[in-house]
């Protein structure tokens, strides 16, 4: 049986139905296959909240998948089977495909430099492309292999103020800035669909770059 660690951080101290049910189904549907752990946390700093929650997924140690997940998000019943296949078959750090709440548009990006951190959305990102190295996307969905916490040390997604940027790259950057600097590759099965609420819900295949964009 696998053993998965689900790591839910929050700003606030309720989740949205629908992401509860996209978690409920696994503990209804899954329970005889897996051996699921469930830590939260929440504080006003998302990424002191996320490095709190990997220290408690360290003292965790007969858990082999760490799978982080965001409270805005929701994930279909095939997620775990995917992500532990993926796992399995050696990669380190693997997601599903997640559209950006803002505009649409698959979160996908690419570092031009990680120190200081560089970095811009992968443009004309093909959706129907199977599994996609890249750089670095949100961490809503992220799992990866416990091994990877020996290899990117704390704290891993502090976020510092970037005077060239006039603002701090966010929590997602900086976890990936770690796990480049490791050697560490990540990937993005791009048939494995999130969504991501906002009044509604965006998913990444209804995205169309737009001409010009």
Same mark, same amino acid.
């Given at each position: !049986?696998?053993?998965? #660690?689900?790591?839910?951080?929050?700003?606030?101290? +309720?989740?949205?139905?629908?992401? !509860? /049910?996209?978690?409920?189904? /696994?503990? #209804?549907?899954?329970?005889?296959? +897996?051996?699921?752990?469930?830590?939260?946390?929440?504080?006003?700093?998302? $990424? &002191?909240?996320?490095?709190?929650?990997?220290?408690?997924?360290?003292?965790?140690?007969?858990?082999?998948? @760490? =799978?982080? =997940?965001?409270?805005?998000?929701? +994930?279909?019943?095939?997620?775990?089977?995917?992500?532990?296949?993926? @796992?399995?078959?050696?990669?380190?750090?693997?997601?599903? =495909? *997640?559209? &950006? %709440?803002?505009?649409? /548009?698959?979160?996908?990006?690419?570092?031009?430099?990680?120190?200081?951190?560089?970095?811009? %959305? @992968?443009?004309?990102?093909?959706?129907?492309?199977?599994?996609?190295?890249?750089?670095? *996307?949100?961490?809503?969905?992220?799992? @990866?292999?416990?091994?990877?916490?020996?290899?990117?040390?704390?704290?891993?997604?502090?976020?510092?103020?970037?005077? +060239?940027?006039?603002?701090?790259?966010?929590?997602?950057?900086?976890?990936?800035?770690?796990?480049?600097?490791?050697?560490?590759?990540?990937?993005? $099965? *791009?048939?494995?669909?999130?969504?991501?609420?906002?009044?509604?819900?965006?998913?990444?295949?209804? /995205?169309?770059?737009?001409?010009?964009?």
């Amino acid at each position: !049986m696998k053993k998965v #660690l689900i790591l839910i951080p929050l700003s606030w101290e +309720y989740v949205h139905k629908n992401f !509860m /049910w996209s978690v409920m189904q /696994w503990a #209804l549907f899954l329970k005889d296959k +897996y051996d699921l752990g469930v830590v939260d946390g929440s504080s006003t700093f998302m $990424d &002191s909240t996320r490095d709190k929650l990997l220290e408690i997924a360290e003292t965790k140690k007969k858990y082999d998948y @760490i =799978l982080q =997940l965001d409270a805005d998000q929701t +994930y279909p019943l095939e997620t775990l089977d995917v992500l532990t296949g993926h @796992i399995d078959a050696g990669h380190k750090c693997v997601t599903g =495909l *997640t559209a &950006s %709440r803002q505009y649409g /548009w698959p979160l996908a990006f690419e570092f031009s430099s990680i120190d200081p951190p560089r970095y811009k %959305r @992968i443009r004309n990102f093909d959706v129907n492309a199977g599994l996609v190295k890249v750089d670095g *996307t949100g961490l809503g969905g992220v799992m @990866i292999h416990r091994s990877v916490l020996d290899q990117v040390p704390f704290p891993r997604f502090m976020m510092h103020y970037d005077d +060239y940027l006039r603002r701090p790259p966010g929590d997602d950057v900086m976890f990936f800035v770690g796990l480049k600097k490791a050697g560490i590759d990540c990937y993005v $099965d *791009t048939k494995l669909r999130f969504g991501h609420m906002v009044v509604g819900e965006r998913r990444a295949e209804d /995205w169309v770059e737009p001409s010009g964009a």
